[in-house]
């Protein structure tokens, strides 16, 4: 059967990282969000700016980029293609309907596998401030209020299986999933 291994968590959680890693080890097709939207989100911004803040510039573009990502997902897997797609979900892992309303879209019924990574909060910090990516520019200087709004939580969505992974190292997040996918770990 057609499968959606959706890898989320916060921006750092190594999520795109993991899935392109699953995605290559198992021959499967290969969707990263900021690969998806941010050439668009880039022209947007050279041409016209950010405004006020760059979190607020990405706030007021989140439904449109999202809606690209997921008609793409449908697209693929009404061609009967499996999926990894990685992206961060704050909206869509609160949706308990939101597997569904994406099968609808594909016309047909697959196995969703929502994956959620979890950082320990030290450890998050060390890798933010590591990757040298624009929108840690906003995060970075307020990481404490960052970390009161963007807390990692367990998805309530349909998922026909879903993995929570909380970590405090790549290595071990690296072994967690491992054990996961193997049902060494219970979900």
């Known amino acids: 059967m057609r499968a959606m291994y ?4 916060l921006t750092g959680s190594g999520k795109s990282t993991l899935a392109s890693k699953f ?10 969000y900021d690969t998806v939207v941010q050439p668009f989100l880039s022209e947007i911004e050279k041409r016209y700016g950010i405004g006020a803040s760059r979190a607020q510039f990405y706030i007021s ?3 449109a980029c999202y809606k690209s990502l997921w008609d793409t997902c449908a697209q693929i897997l009404s061609n009967g ?3 990894v797609v990685s992206a961060p979900c704050g909206k869509e892992i609160e949706d308990p309907s939101f597997f569904a309303t994406l099968k609808a879209k594909a016309g047909f019924d697959f196995t969703a596998v929502g994956i ?3 950082p320990e909060k030290d450890f998050h910090f060390k890798v933010m401030k590591q990757r040298n990516a624009i ?4 995060i970075i200087p307020n990481w404490e209020n960052y970390c009161k709004t963007h807390r ?3 998805p309530v969505w349909d998922a026909d299986r879903n993995i929570y992974i909380e970590y405090s190292d790549f290595d071990q997040l690296d072994q967690k999933f491992r054990d996961a996918m193997d049902g060494r770990v219970n979900d």
């Open 6 to 9: 959706l890898f989320c968590g």
């Open 61 to 63: 573009w989140r439904e």
């Open 81 to 83: 293609a499996s999926l």
């Open 135 to 138: 929108w840690n520019d906003d």
């Open 152 to 154: 990692p939580h367990r």
């Open 116 to 118: 959620y990574l979890a």
């Open 23 to 32: 995605a290559k080890e198992n021959g499967l097709a290969y969707l990263d």
